[in-house]
């Protein structure tokens, strides 16, 4: 079924990624048997579904998983014939990251290797209890692919970031929460309410500030603090003359307190 942008509604149900929207909220989820493995159709299909979402003017993404598991990394097919290796797996990260609206990950059963490495291109993680994460590509004599082994330096420093991706292990999502990696954890059965209660309240606020917010984070994070001082006079119009701006200025000084209803332009 594909309809209109507008409302609540599927597309291709069947699809290896369902998007679905709920408001200004995409919701992408991943739906390919049985544990989500990438490969080329998968990581088209999310980057698809990622772009679709920005260009129809939703105004953020939740990511999750319609399997027992978020995702637990490559499909070892792809891996042994070679298809992954001629993967331009750091772009198709990269343009994942650089969706210019606020992206959740709601992370439950699994996410490895690549599964978690996904995850770490969206902006927020939430995570279930008792979800297993970690990168585990050592223990087949790979190393993470897709740039986990940096987003994980960026989060919880270079020392851990060795020790994740070197042991290989498996880690709970309050530990990776301790380690800044995680954003929040929440029991398994409130996972849905409370990523898709976040993923509201960011469809609900300043889209141009959260875009700037987004590719100055990025940027300080690829290329470093003075590149980001830089990169903060480019954006810095775009915020100025946006209508939310106007509008949470005149809300302030009429009330005192934030309280604008954002329009996201």
């Known amino acids: 079924m594909d309809t209109n942008d507008n409302g609540t509604r599927s597309i291709d149900e069947d699809g290896i990624v369902i998007f679905e929207r709920e408001g200004d909220v995409a919701l992408v989820k991943l739906n390919k048997p049985p544990h989500n ?7 088209d299909a999310l980057e698809a579904a990622f772009s679709r979402a920005a260009a129809s003017g939703c105004r953020s993404i939740l990511l999750s998983s319609r399997m027992r598991h978020f995702c637990a990394g490559a499909d070892l097919d792809a891996t042994a014939s070679g298809t992954l290796a001629k993967m331009d797996l750091i772009g198709f990260l990269q343009r994942i990251e650089d969706v210019p609206i606020p992206t959740i990950a709601a992370v439950h059963g699994a996410a490895l290797g690549g599964g978690f490495e ?3 291109a969206c902006d927020l993680i939430i995570a279930a209890e008792s979800a297993q994460i970690g990168l585990v590509e050592t223990t087949l004599g790979l190393f993470p692919l897709m740039g ?3 987003r994980a330096v960026a989060g919880a420093g270079r020392s851990r970031a060795k020790e994740i991706a070197m042991l290989g292990r498996r880690h709970t999502s309050a530990t990776l929460e301790r380690w800044g990696l995680v ?4 029991a398994d059965d409130a996972l849905a309410d409370a990523a898709l209660s976040l993923a509201r309240q960011l ?11 987004k590719r100055i984070a990025n940027h300080t994070a690829r290329y470093g603090v003075e590149a980001g ?7 810095a119009p775009a915020v100025w003359s946006s209508a939310d701006l106007e509008a949470g ?3 302030f000084l009429r009330t005192g307190s934030p309280g604008a209803v954002f329009t996201g332009t």
């Open 229 to 235: 001082d830089a990169l903060t006079a480019e954006v």
């Open 148 to 150: 986990g082994v940096q």
């Open 37 to 43: 493995l990438l490969e080329p159709a998968m990581t």
């Open 183 to 186: 954003n929040k954890v929440v």
């Open 203 to 213: 469809a609900a606020g300043p889209t141009v500030a959260y875009g700037a917010v």
């Open 249 to 251: 200025l005149q809300s």
């Open 118 to 120: 996904l995850a770490l």
